[in-house]
């Protein structure tokens, strides 16, 4: 006799489901463990530092102190004396002659020979600004004439392309002759060697006055080089 089975206990039926029940448990875990993530802990501290104060060793300088040499002992002087018997004569007496004079005696007296001290001369003032100040004959306009048909324009100056204005100062003296000469303000060592000579072979000026006296002055000029 065949046996048969009850609907209701018949699982075959429910075999698919019960198939796509468990995929979409296991589907389930599997995201779920994708998706699980630990979140790491907070660290309170990294830790510290401990600083440590390191104290500098200070080596006193030391100096041997300088042992000077003692003193040399002072000199001793020793006397030395001679024991003479009362009994023995002296030959070396000192003879001691009559100082007195009268009027025929004559004394030899050395001569005084005075010297004189000789006077210090006292070297002339030299003076910036007089009552009459010095001058060259036929004025300022004829000086700077005088200046630029004298200068020779030094070869090495042209050929570097060198110009300029070479401020000079000198001394007219009490008979009016150019002296001491020296360049304030230079350009070039040609140049102003150049200017120096220039001035030294300035004729005469009329020397300046002071209270009516001719006097040392010192006079200014300058000295323009320019290519042409």
Same mark, same amino acid.
């Given at each position: ?53 390191? %104290? %500098? %060793? ?7 102190? %300088? ?15 001679? =024991? ?22 004559? =004394?030899?007296?050395? &001569? ?5 001290? $000789? ?15 010095? $001058? ?6 004829? +000086? ?9 324009? &030094?070869? =090495? ?33 040609? +140049? ?21 006296? &001719? ?7 300058? =000295? ?5």
């Amino acid at each position: 006799m065949e046996q048969k089975k009850s609907a209701k206990a018949d699982l075959e039926n429910k075999r698919n489901m019960f198939f796509l029940f468990g995929l979409v448990v296991a589907l389930g875990v599997t995201l779920l463990a994708f998706e699980w993530t630990t979140k790491p802990t907070k660290v309170s501290s990294l830790g510290e530092i401990q600083s440590m104060v390191v %104290e %500098e %060793e200070f080596i006193p300088v030391t100096r041997e102190p %300088e042992v000077k040499p003692p003193p040399p002992p002072p000199p001793q002087v020793v006397e030395v004396l001679n =024991i003479v018997d009362d009994d023995v004569e002296i030959e070396d007496e000192l003879e001691i002659e009559d100082s007195e004079a009268d009027d025929e005696t004559i =004394i030899d007296v050395a &001569p005084v020979i005075e010297t004189m001290e $000789e006077e210090e001369e006292e070297a002339p003032e030299i003076f910036t600004i007089v009552e009459e100040p010095a $001058e060259f004959p036929g004025g300022i306009k004829a +000086l700077y004439n005088f200046i630029s048909k004298s200068v020779k324009y &030094p070869v =090495i100056a042209q050929e570097n392309g060198i110009e300029g204005t070479v401020f000079v100062k000198f001394v007219v003296d009490e008979q009016g002759n150019a002296s001491s000469a020296e360049v304030l303000r230079g350009v070039d060592a040609s +140049l102003d060697s150049e200017a120096l000579r220039v001035i030294n072979s300035l004729p005469r000026f009329k020397p300046g006055k002071q209270r009516g006296r &001719p006097v040392k002055v010192y006079y200014h000029a300058k =000295i323009n080089f320019q290519l042409q």
